[in-house]
């Protein structure tokens, strides 16, 4: 059985779907970070090349780094990727530097999305649609339709088809597919290092900055603008927008719904969960996404 060396220190954000854990290496003069995946030998999903959650993906991506190596992204260098029978050890350097800001990021995944490509077999290519068939698996969702938003949820849940759809019809380009601020590590001139690739693939141009916003101190429009501009002069401004707001919108109920469903478990009346500490935060960035959902309603 795989087990990580004992001089190896465990790192936060070991959350996915058959991710192992993370840890953090020294060998010599140089710091690593080491992910390990495991076979999902219970999620046959996560076995397709195409799926959102490829469980190789990381490895993919440690082994032809050039498929995401800029502009606007970068990953980090890559080291060694191990296999045996039980999953992938996927090696990657440690990066070290200063964070950069929620718009220097939007112009950055604009820049990646915009810029010329070409599609690898096992990129994804059903991001939000993959995510949203998880919901579907566990009934839609049904927490929310006990609050007040319950005529609001229910309408975007009936049209979710019809909104993919349409975001299909406009332009495609690269997604990072995990765009939340613990990915993106440092600037390396125009560039950010970004790491965990295990959603890459190729989305409506917009997607990379609607998942974004969720959790960019900066307002909508201001990151749309940022975006745009880093895509480039033949940016389809009207299609990038729908694409951003399709993704934040149904990207924030459902995670809206994933943390009231878990509090809603326990004792107690469900109005009484809106202001528990795992479910108030979830609530307020739903709040801060009103004006994009009435756009779409």
């Known amino acids: 059985m795989w087990q990580p060396d004992p001089s190896w220190r465990a790192l936060p954000g070991a959350g996915g779907p058959a991710t192992v854990g993370i840890w953090l290496a020294e060998v010599g003069e140089r710091r690593w970070v080491v992910k390990r995946l495991a076979v999902p030998e219970e999620q046959p999903a996560l076995l397709r090349p195409d799926h959102a959650g490829y469980w190789r993906r990381e490895a993919e991506v440690a082994a032809h780094p050039d498929v995401v190596d800029g ?3 970068v990953p980090p260098a890559f080291g060694s990727v191990e296999e045996d029978d039980e999953g992938l050890t996927v090696w990657a350097e440690d990066v070290a530097g200063e964070p950069p800001t929620g718009l220097f990021v939007a112009r950055a995944l604009g820049r990646f999305a915009g810029a010329a490509y070409d599609v690898p077999a096992w990129a994804s290519t059903r991001l939000l649609g993959d995510r949203l068939d998880l919901a579907v698996e566990r009934g839609g969702w049904p927490t929310l339709a006990r609050t007040t938003l319950a005529d609001v949820t229910d309408r975007l849940w009936q049209r979710r088809e019809h909104w993919l759809v349409r975001c299909s019809e406009g332009p495609m380009g690269r997604a990072h597919g995990d765009a939340v601020p613990g990915n993106f590590l440092a600037r390396r001139g125009d560039d950010v290092v970004a790491v965990d690739w295990q959603c890459f693939g190729v989305a409506p141009i917009g997607s990379d900055l609607g998942y974004h916003a969720l959790s960019s101190r900066e307002e909508f429009d201001v ?39 878990k509090a809603a478990r326990g004792e107690g009346a469900l109005a009484g969960k809106f202001h528990h500490p795992a479910v108030s935060p979830y609530l307020r960035a739903l709040q801060r996404q009103f004006p994009q959902m009435e756009a779409l309603l």
């Open 71 to 73: 502009p606007g992204l």
């Open 223 to 261: 990151l749309l603008d940022a975006f745009v501009e880093g895509t480039g002069p033949d940016a389809e401004h009207d299609a990038i927008r729908l694409a951003a707001q399709v993704t934040a919108v149904y990207s924030v109920v459902t995670r809206a719904e994933w943390a009231l469903a």
